[in-house]
């Protein structure tokens, strides 16, 4: 099994103390040979934790003393260490088949394993997972999961998956329910596949089989440009009010059954017919808020609770428990965005503000503009910035490119303050590879809530 390999020690950390280096290879943790950052966090979780190291010079086995519960102080340069288990499912509606090529490596990992699907919410369809994997689950407690669903007639997820295994991989999600684990399932729907009557068939299912699941979203297909699959395209208006519907319809067959809605719409959905968001309370805690699902409604009401000086904690990314350790790098997987504080650049007293934001996020921000405006005391503009990397119904904030909103910036006058979501870059870095020093002008980088724009525009230069 290969070791996993230290990747930075924060100065003065338990490890730095205990002569712990960059470089280093964590063969095993108190005697225990690591699969993944998992097993590393329950390993290292006590006041004394014994590392067998090996460096070009050799082995050596140290010992941290810390606090019980407290992090070592060191980054691993991956969170699964024997191997990410790459999906062999050909989904006909995948992203991952619709990148051009050129872009970096990582965003190629087609993964499909259920340790992503826990620390990061990747979504997995289980057609990987085995009778050691429910054991492991069960035994750790690894929840929640997120499960991709997408039909539960057998022959209809299979034909959605191209794979056989899709036909019996959810008896998978019915053990880890009956176990007591808490799933979150999706389904991506496809117009004229998955769709009308197998959409309703679909949610019958759940309702029958799965009904302990903790949520389910409704998602359409991203179509880009790129995509191969002639029968792969965007609904129409017609058809997303049309899935609308069903949603409703069985919200309130779930909260007649089980005094829950448990499946929800994507944003996109509302967006793609103008129909308005449902209350925020409608979303029952917005579970599956990173899946775009409940995150307009958020947004909204962090930007006027911080206008109005109340603070409400924030609902944010829900990535899994080990999110925060000290040794599970999302990069590769899961890609963080930045952890940059927000610079404040030079500009002229008074200086216009321009927020850069896809189409879809122009059409939330637009009613919000005005008392943004009043707040900063300056001239707030929105910058919307057309996907013209992916095209197609690509108009989500998170899928812009460097190109596309150096391209949108180019007639913004020089001294205007620019405020740039995070949620677009990974480190500094696009999706296209280019940076933030790139787009060749000063931007602000800001957490894309809306209590940090609110926080970002309250330092207006006046």
Sequence with gaps: ???????????????????????????????????????????????????????????????????????LGLELEHAVFDRVRTCDNHCPFCFIYQLPKGMRASLYLKDDDYRLSFLYGNFTTLTRFTEADLERVVTEGLGPLYVSIHATDPEVRAALLRNRRGATSLRWLGALLDAGIEVHGQIVVCPGVNDGAVLEDTLLGI????????????????????????????????????????????????????????????????????????????????AQ??????????????????????????????????AWVDGAPAEGYRAPRTTDPLAVRDARPGAPVRIVTGEYGARVLTPLVGALADHAGVPVHLAPVTNGFFGGNIAVTGLLTGADVARALATVPVDDRVLLPDVVLSGDTFLDGATVADLGRPVEVVPTDGASLVDALGRAIR
Aim: glycine share 8%; proline share 7%.
């Design 1 to 71: 099994m290969p070791p996993a390999r230290v990747s930075s020690v924060a100065p003065g950390s338990p490890a730095a103390d205990a002569g712990v280096r960059p470089g280093d290879e964590l063969v095993a943790c108190n005697g225990e040979d690591l699969r993944d950052v998992i097993r590393y966090q329950v390993q290292t979780d006590d006041a004394h934790v014994e590392l067998a190291l090996r460096r070009a010079d050799g082995e050596r086995v140290v010992t941290v003393d810390k606090a019980a519960g407290a992090p």
């Design 289 to 322: 808020h990173e899946n775009g699902i409940g995150m307009a409604r958020v947004f909204e009401a962090e930007v006027r609770d911080a206008l109005a000086g109340r603070h409400v904690e924030g609902v944010g990314p829900r990535p899994g428990f080990f």
């Design 207 to 286: 309702l029958d089989r799965f009904s302990r699941l903790a949520s389910v979203g409704a998602v359409p297909l991203g179509v880009s440009r790129h995509n191969a699959e002639p029968t792969m395209r965007p609904h129409t208006r017609v058809e997303a009010e049309a899935v609308l519907d069903v949603v409703e319809r069985w919200q309130e067959i779930f909260l007649a059954a089980l005094d829950r809605r448990m499946v929800f719409a994507a944003d996109e959905y509302f967006l793609m017919t103008a129909r308005p968001f449902p209350a925020l309370d409608a979303y029952e805690g917005v």
